[in-house]
């Protein structure tokens, strides 16, 4: 699960969901990038943290 969370760090333009995102939106490249990187650093901190968390528990 740590792995699968640390994948999602950073991922940028190469990711479809960015383009998806970006054009739902309808922003600039530049506030795709700007947002989505700061989501998915999110979701990649939280999915370690609850990795960690059930590590510690199990």
Excluded: P
Excluded at 36 to 41: A, C, G, K, N, S
């Amino acid at each position: 699960m740590a792995v699968a969370a640390g994948s999602v760090v950073l991922s940028h333009v190469n990711d479809s969901g960015f383009w998806l995102v970006g054009r739902f939106f309808d922003m600039d490249v530049k506030t795709t990038l700007r947002t989505w990187t700061v989501m998915e650093t999110a979701i990649g901190v939280m999915g370690f943290a609850i990795a960690g968390l059930v590590f510690a528990v199990a």
